[in-house]
C-alpha cells in the first residue's frame, strides 16, 4: 500500500550533490540525488526518487554540495566580541588580559544585546546548525541570548557561567548568590523555548568553590540537566588544579566527585589536551564527550590532543571553535585544524597515534558532535533533518572533481557566504546577509 504523506512546511525534498557519513571512516555521496524530509526528519538519500514521495515539493539545488548541519560542541558566546584579540598569550594570561574584562561587560543589557545580535547572526549565517554555548554569570544576559538563539531557528544548549573564585571581584559570584541565580535562571527558562536548552556550565575547576560545585551537582542530579566544562586545556591550568585539589586524583576526578562529570545528566569537557591514562578511563566510563578544539589548543599553546587514541577507544567525540580561544566560528575550518594538528602530533610528538583523515573529521563535526542532540548529524532515516547547502562553485578547477573531492575541498576553503541554504529540524534557517 502507498504511505499517505502529509504536505506540509516540513515535509519536502532537497535536490543536489548529497554528502554525509557512511561510517566513520568513509564518506558517502549522491549525486544530483533527493534527500527527502517528512515532517521535520530525514527520509533518506536516494539517487533515484522513490514512487512515494513524488509528490512532494523540490527545492532544487541543483549543482551544490548538501551536507548534515555541523555541530559546535564549544563555544563561548560572549567572547565572540573580541575573537582575533590577543592571539599570542597563553592561557591563564589570555584569561585575566582579555576574557574577563570582557566578559564583565555583560552585566550591560544594552551591551549584550549588540555583542550577542552579532554571533547569533554569525553563527547563522555558517554552517552550524546546532551548539553549545558559554554565557557568562550574568542571568538577564544569559536569557537573552536563549532569546536570540531560540529566534534564529538553531538548536542550542546556552550555560549561565557559574564562577565563585580566583576571577576578578565584578565577575565574581558569591556562593550563595551563583546558587540562587543558577535557581532563578532555570525556573524562568523552563519550557518557554522549543529549540534552546539550559545546560549547567561551572567554567572550570580554578573559578568553583567545593561548596559550589556540591550544589551543582545536586542540581543535575535533581533534574537531569546536562553538565558542560573545561579539562585538562593547559598545563598551568592543570598545576592550578593540582594545587587547589589535592584531595582528588586527576583533574576529571574533581568533576566528578561532585556528580558533574555524567554520572547524571551527561557532560562535555572542553580539550582533554592533558588527560591522563585514568582521566581518559574515566571519561569513557561516564559516556562524557570531549569537545576537540583545535584552533584554541593552537592559539593558546595548549597543545595537541590525543584525538586518535579518542577516536580508536570510541570516546564520545564532537569539535568545537572555543571562539574566542579559536578565532573562527568555522566548525569546517575547525576539521581542516583537526587535521593538521594530528599531523603535528604525529610527526612531533607521538608517532603510534596517525593522523586523522578528513572523513574521520567530517564524522566528528557532523555526526560525533551530533549525537550529543540525539539523532542528529547524518542524513539517515529517523534523524532529525538539519542540512546546509553550500555553493561551491567559486571553488573552480580545470578538471570534474568527484562530491567528495569538493566536500573535502569546502573543508579547506569555502567560507560562511558559500552557505546558500541552511535547514534545522526540516525549517528553513533565514540567513543573515
Ligand atoms: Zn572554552
Known sequence: MRKV?????ASFILKGDLCDSLDRERLRTVPDGYLVCLDGLCAGAFSVLPEEYRALPVVDCSGKLIFPGLTDLHVHAPQYAFRGLGMDQ???????ANVFPEEARYADLAYAR????????A?????????????????????????LLEESGLVAFVGKVNMDRDCPDDLRETTDGSVAETRRWLEETAGKYKRVRPIL???FIPSCTDPLLDELGAMAAMTGLSVQSHLSENR???????????????????YDRHGLFGSHGRAI?????????????????????VAHCPQSNTNLASGVAPVRRYWDEGLNLGLGSDVAGGSSLSILRAMADAVQVSKLRWR??????????VPEAFWIGTAGGGSFFGRVGLFRPGYEFDAVVLDDSRLTAPRPLTVAQRLERAVYLSEDRDVVRKFVQGREVSLPS
Open 5 to 9: 504523506i502529509s504536505l506540509n512546511a
Open 90 to 96: 597563553e592561557l591563564m594570561e589570555w584569561l585575566a
Open 114 to 121: 549588540r555583542a550577542y545580535r552579532d554571533f547569533t547572526q
Open 123 to 147: 553563527l547563522t549565517r555558517s554552517a552550524t546548525t546546532r551548539a553549545c554555548v558559554f554565557a557568562t554569570v550574568h542571568r538577564p544576559a544569559t536569557e537573552l541570548l536563549m532569546d
Open 201 to 203: 556550565t561551572p567554567r
Open 236 to 254: 598551568g591550568e592543570v598545576e592550578c588544579v593540582r594545587r587547589l585539589r589535592p584531595d582528588t586524583a586527576f583533574y576529571g576526578d574533581a
Open 269 to 289: 569537557m572542553a580539550h582533554c589536551v592533558l588527560s591522563s591514562d585514568e582521566e581518559i578511563a574515566r571519561i569513557r566510563e561516564r559516556g562524557v564527550y
Open 348 to 357: 612531533l610528538q607521538d608517532d603510534s597515534l596517525r593522523p586523522l583523515t
